[in-house]
């Protein structure tokens, strides 16, 4: 039993080290954040017009097919049990119109 631990110990000190040998420290040299903010303003209208045109419908349609399955499926349980439930409709009601007004108002947050 302590030649096992031994071992496993020894593997990990060994592991450990061929770790801590192998990796090299990175040091940033000149303005990181500011060829970010070059990197972002130069690249920024792009960005904005893929999201705008792409990433904000598709998100739409997708809740909206799940907002229409979840309003049908909860209409036959009403059919079935008697009790119709809200939230998961109501839910996905509030996210598809966030995701609907989103581009009026997310490029003012973001900048």
Same mark, same amino acid.
């Given at each position: ?10 593997? $990990? $000190?060994? $592991?450990? =080290? ?28 792009? $960005? ?7 990433? @904000?419908?598709? &998100? ?5 097919? =799940? @907002?229409?399955?979840? &309003?049908?499926?909860?209409? @036959? ?20 119109? @966030? ?10 947050? =973001?900048?």
């Amino acid at each position: 039993m302590k030649r096992k631990s031994v071992k496993i110990l020894l593997c $990990v $000190v060994i $592991v450990a =080290l061929v770790g801590v040998l192998c990796t090299a420290t990175a040091f940033a040299a000149g303005n990181v954040a500011g060829a970010i903010e070059n990197t972002w303003n130069s690249a920024q209208g792009q $960005v904005k017009d893929v999201v705008n045109k792409v990433v @904000f419908p598709v &998100v739409d349609m997708i809740l909206a097919i =799940l @907002f229409f399955v979840k &309003v049908g499926t909860s209409y @036959f349980e009403y059919k079935k049990h008697g009790s119709f439930e809200f939230t998961a409709p109501a839910i996905l009601f509030a996210c598809l119109i @966030f995701t609907l007004t989103a581009p009026l108002y997310i490029w003012t947050i =973001l900048g």
